[in-house]
């Protein structure tokens, strides 16, 4: 039988063990991100970054008509059309209703892990802006119902937003152009076309 000083001696000894162990097995359980796609594939990258990140600035023009930015949380579903969960008593939305031209930018460096230390300003640390059209979907819409299950999955809080007096819509940014930066180059132009031929990853 062992003694107190054994049994304190063994467990010191194999805790860090076990609890190394606990941790590898829910690490290797994890999806790891996607593998960052080669900057000189335009469309594939833009795309990759949009589906990886989480929020961004998203632009309209005030009563003024001077920009108005507003970060917003945002989920593609997969299909590169960037699409919001806003309140309508929000500025942006009040703004999108009267003056629906908008932008919305993201930075790679958002995601934490693939910029290595560069500054978000660093060409090689990617962002892009896309500019177009902010669009009320129809709450009742397969397009807003589908979105609207996107939105709830990668922002989970989103669901308990109040649904019964019709505060929060779902709204789409329809892309009328792309400026993408990634690369320490002469910015090439990245057409709509292109962006949505372009598979996801």
Not at 71 to 96: I, K, Q, R, W
Not at 128 to 142: D, E, M, V, Y
Request: charged content about 15%.
């Amino acid at each position: 039988m062992k003694t107190i000083k054994e049994t304190i001696l063994h467990n010191f000894i194999f805790a860090p063990i076990i609890f190394s162990l606990i941790i590898s097995q829910v690490s290797s359980q994890s999806s790891p991100s996607p593998a960052r796609p080669p900057p000189e594939d335009a469309p594939v990258f833009a795309r990759w970054l949009v589906k990886q990140g989480l929020w961004g600035v998203l632009n309209t023009l005030d009563s003024a008509r001077s920009p108005f930015g507003n970060v917003m949380s945002y989920s593609d579903g997969g299909t590169g059309t960037p699409y919001f969960y806003l309140s309508t008593l929000d500025p942006t939305a009040v703004f999108g209703s009267i003056n629906p031209r908008a932008s919305f930018t993201l930075s790679e460096y958002e995601l934490g892990y693939s910029c290595n230390g560069k500054d978000p300003q660093s060409p090689l640390c990617a962002k892009i802006t896309f500019s177009g059209r902010l669009k009320l979907l129809a709450p009742n819409s397969k397009e807003g119902s589908v979105a609207r299950g996107a939105l709830f999955e990668k922002h989970p809080q989103f669901r308990g937003f109040p649904l019964q007096n019709g505060t929060f819509n779902v709204f789409k940014l329809v892309i009328k152009s792309i400026f993408l930066v990634n690369l320490a180059a002469p910015q090439r132009n990245l057409t709509v076309e292109e962006y949505y031929l372009a598979k996801s990853t």
